[in-house]
């Protein structure tokens, strides 16, 4: 059976890692059912996508369970599966939400790297358990912690595999936003549902630009062009005249995502 869960309502999609008595830990099956989830929620056209665990972490990273260390084929497994998964999930053609609690280590730490607004536990644990295998940050770690954390305490987490709070890692700019665990589902639904019902594609624009700024290094002026373009095609779109007219007429815009 699949430990990925999809459901589709209301324009959203519901993603769950489902496989709450091993913390959520993926191989390689799960991270195909994973991409193939995400697929089948883009053939929805669904217009929101939330992503979260089930039971009491979020995904404590890849499961080595049964990983002989000297058959272990790392480089197949992390950059022929996890890498593509990452880069679909980043590139999903709606926002993307993430709602993690407990452990989010290693692959785990990676879903949420690829994932537009992460909203965690207060408790969470964020950081890199490698060092305790004889291995090294992936999925991302590196990239994300030496953008938001710098040089040092990035190398700092890594030598001494300590890990941070949810709490800890939003106060240094890793994620959105930190909330207690009873109310993170809730409140990230219901976000999640107020983003599905609004403008949608000109968020799909900023999505773009926003990652062109982070993987190009676009300066000011540079990322100023690429605002006004965009912006010169929203400008014909239906919910651009929709968001005009409701504000003008002082009501509630009605957006279609076009």
């Known amino acids: 059976m699949s430990m990925i869960d999809l459901s589709v309502r209301d324009g959203i999609a519901e993603i769950v890692l489902n496989a709450p008595q091993k913390l959520n830990a993926l191989d390689e ?7 193939r989830a995400y697929d089948d929620a883009a053939a929805a056209e669904v217009r929101a996508l939330l992503l979260r ?22 480089l197949g497994y992390l950059g022929g599966l996890v890498t593509p998964l990452l880069k679909k999930m980043s590139a999903f053609p709606a926002p993307t939400f993430a709602a993690a609690h407990g452990a989010c280590l290693g692959v785990g730490l990676g879903l949420l ?37 710098g040089a040092h305490r990035t190398l700092d987490l890594i030598y001494t595999a300590e890990l941070m ?15 207690p665990e009873a109310s993170l589902l809730e409140t990230t639904r219901g976000i999640v549902a107020r ?20 993987d190009q290094r676009l ?18 779109s239906a919910d651009y005249a929709e968001g005009f007219a409701a504000f003008q007429q002082k009501r509630r815009p009605v957006f279609k995502g076009a």
């Open 29 to 35: 099956q799960a991270l195909a059912d994973l991409g």
């Open 53 to 74: 665990g089930e039971g009491r972490a979020f995904c404590a990273g890849r499961d080595i369970a049964g990983v002989s260390p000297e058959t272990d084929d790392a």
């Open 113 to 149: 790297v690829a994932t537009d607004v992460v909203y965690v536990a207060e408790t969470a644990k964020i950081g890199s358990p490698f060092a305790n295998l004889g291995a090294t940050l992936d999925s991302g770690g590196h990239w994300l912690f030496t953008e938001r954390l």
């Open 165 to 179: 709070s949810g709490s800890d890692a939003v106060a240094q700019g890793l994620f959105s936003r930190a909330m």
């Open 195 to 214: 983003v599905a019902d609004g403008a949608t594609g000109a968020f799909a624009a900023s999505k773009e630009l926003v990652a062109r700024i982070r």
């Open 219 to 236: 300066g000011l002026w540079a990322a100023i062009d690429e605002e006004n373009a965009a912006q010169g095609e929203l400008c014909r």
